[in-house]
């Protein structure tokens, strides 16, 4: 097993390299049938910078040094191309090193630029990652009753997510507002959230008030969070017009309408102190049951169809959250 993961990776086609190289032969090409040759040596930067924007300080020197043998190569073979005389054989091929030098340094300066570029973008995913679990573990500490809760919605939204075709930045955005979406319950009283008995109606306007809070909470961090904003703020919307803020159908962003389903479907199978937790297939019943009325048909067609994947995919109690 082990020898044939070693010759898979001896065989692996590198894709970007091949582009990479393509362009370079592109360019060289070109090079060889246009006249003013010297003048147009200065176009082989253009895969090189190429190269170093999109794959880094490793590809861009590729490039250089395929540009510089192709270029010495015909150099050799057709000497007139130059358009040098048989005197200033040396001035050409000090011209071609000197060129040759500058496409490298050039190369290597500008890839390792992008690598320092992707290397600090990388650390400030990381710290967003950060927060957002810290984030995620202050809200199921609010309800100790439904602790996980939100991490379990993530992964149950993802999935759904991912099953409808939804691209990887949306099904990104989706997973982590899943992971936000009770946020806004920390501006919630303990009382209130775990008060066994019938909630008056003014307890329950200040439950259904937390997904303003959320969003009020998120709103001032600014950036990719804004976002997130919409989808915390109507996961508790009804597909027939009849949730916390009245949008219907469409008119319901597609990831609130994903995280409404992962979310009833959740608390539906957790213990309450006013309940004891219903089954998968009961839950699963009522989820179908909804459809068209609570909640978006074609995402509880999608969510029935990935059912049966639940009890594998979703950990009761998680070690790490995943992103």
Partial sequence: MRLKSQISEYFRIDKELIIIFLLVAITGVIFFFVSTQRAFLN??????LIGAYFFGRRYATHSAVLSIIMISVIAYVYPSSFAFSSDEELYKWLDIVTWGGFLFITGYCMGLLFEKKEQAKKEI???????????????????????????????IAEMIAKEMGCHE????????????????????????????????????????????????????????VLQLLPLILHHHENYDGKGYHGLIGEGIPLGARIIAVADVYDALTTDRPYRTGLSPLQARKE?????????????????????????SELPLLPTKLEF
């Fill in 43 to 48: 176009f082989f930067y253009l895969p090189v």
């Fill in 125 to 155: 995913k990381n710290t967003y990652r950060g927060i957002i679990e810290m984030l995620s573990l202050i809200i199921d500490s609010v309800d100790k009753q439904t602790q996980n809760h939100s991490y379990r919605v993530s992964v």
């Fill in 169 to 224: 930045a949306e099904v990104e955005n989706i997973r982590i507002a899943a992971l936000l979406h009770d946020i806004g319950k920390i501006g919630v009283s303990a009382e209130i959230l775990h008060k066994i008995g019938k909630l008056s109606e003014e307890e329950r306007e200040r439950i259904k008030s937390h997904t303003t809070l959320g969003a009020d909470v998120l709103e001032p961090v600014g950036g990719r």
């Fill in 287 to 311: 989820i179908v049951t909804n459809s068209g009325t609570h909640f978006d048909p074609d995402v509880v067609k999608v969510f029935d169809s990935i059912f049966h994947k639940l009890d």
